[in-house]
């Protein structure tokens, strides 16, 4: 039996001959078939991606869903030093490479997908995934991610009822960039600064940017919306 992973390897490796992207689905632990086969999906046209700004959306996350609205820490201090109540704005991209030298992870139950996209990010928005909608609609998610794409080589692997897979080709080396980065992920999806425990590998599990720049230098980040 082939490994959904070595599969979603081989149709990756043919996206820009046939145009269809793989997404490895994952299920919901304990309930069979939901989202997939169960969930209520609003697939939207690309039109809807194209009109959105990736650094207007995580400004207004980094508003909405990071700071806090009686903020006791003086500017550059507490959680989100050294950035404050402001949104640092966009990372630089990632370093140049010339390989990537790193395998997914195995991931338990999953089915693939191929979506008809012109970008890997797309296929959230296209397929009306509604994963991240306590946080942000699916058109938002795929414009943040097309910006991830083009920065750091954030590709769109798997997709879990409310998970988020990306294989990070360029993330940052250097701390100060990490940093940087940590502010974005965060403004995407705050509860990354609250992983559970299966998404987060790593201990102690602060809830500051410092400790999430530990996930965004991997190649494989997890990411989880309540």
């Not at 820490?73 to 630089?92: D, E, I, N, Q």
């Amino acid at each position: 039996m082939t490994d959904p992973a070595s599969l979603w390897w081989a149709l990756a490796e043919q996206f820009p001959t046939t145009g269809l992207w793989p997404l490895l689905l994952h299920f919901l632990e304990g309930e069979s078939g939901r989202p997939w086969e169960v969930g209520e999906f609003d697939p939207v046209d690309e039109a809807e991606i194209d009109a959105l700004d990736p650094r207007q959306v995580l400004e207004t996350g980094w508003h909405d869903g990071v700071v806090p609205i009686d903020n006791p820490w003086p500017p550059g201090t507490g959680p989100l030093a050294p950035f404050g109540s402001r949104f640092p704005g966009l990372a630089p991209p990632g370093p140049e490479t010339d390989a990537v030298a790193v395998e997914l992870p195995a991931g338990g139950r999953a089915r693939i997908a191929l979506v008809s996209c012109r970008h890997p990010a797309d296929a959230v928005a296209l397929i009306g995934w509604t994963g991240a909608v306590n946080v942000r609609p699916a058109p938002e998610v795929s414009v943040v991610l097309r910006s991830w794409e083009d920065r750091f080589g954030a590709i769109l692997v798997g997709l879990g009822f409310a998970t988020m897979t990306l294989l990070v080709t360029r993330p940052p080396t250097q701390a100060k960039d990490a940093l940087h980065l940590a502010a974005e992920v965060a403004a995407f999806c705050p509860d990354a600064l609250w992983q559970p425990e299966e998404q987060w590998p790593y201990e102690p599990r602060d809830a500051t940017l410092a400790a999430l720049c530990r996930l965004v230098r991997e190649p494989v980040w997890r990411l989880w919306f309540d």
